[in-house]
């Protein structure tokens, strides 16, 4: 039996991903680098930390992060006006 993260890297390529998780990664997302720039954190750190959490949370396609990636850098960037 492969051990735990083979089978989440093999899911993350193999599975494609409902809207729903999409929204989902969004939300957590968005929730994340919210809160950290209320902390005093730039939008560049809160990015990065955010998507690993996010990551964390939903398991999301490698295909659908790409689209979600450049979609959340545009949201980011706004963040920072």
């Known amino acids: 039996m492969p051990c735990s993260m ?5 899911l993350r390529v193999s599975k494609r991903t409902t809207d729903v998780e ?3 990664f969004r939300s957590e997302f968005e ?7 209320r902390l ?7 990015f990065g930390v955010a998507w690993e959490e ?7 396609s490698e295909t ?13 960037k706004n963040r920072r006006k």
């Open 40 to 46: 005093g954190q730039g939008v560049e750190w809160a």
């Open 6 to 10: 083979e089978l989440e890297s093999y």
């Open 31 to 37: 929730r994340s680098v919210r809160q950290s720039m």
């Open 54 to 60: 996010a990551s964390e949370e939903v398991m999301v």
């Open 64 to 76: 659908d992060q790409s689209e979600l990636f450049a979609e959340l850098i545009k949201w980011a």
């Open 22 to 24: 999409k929204a989902r």
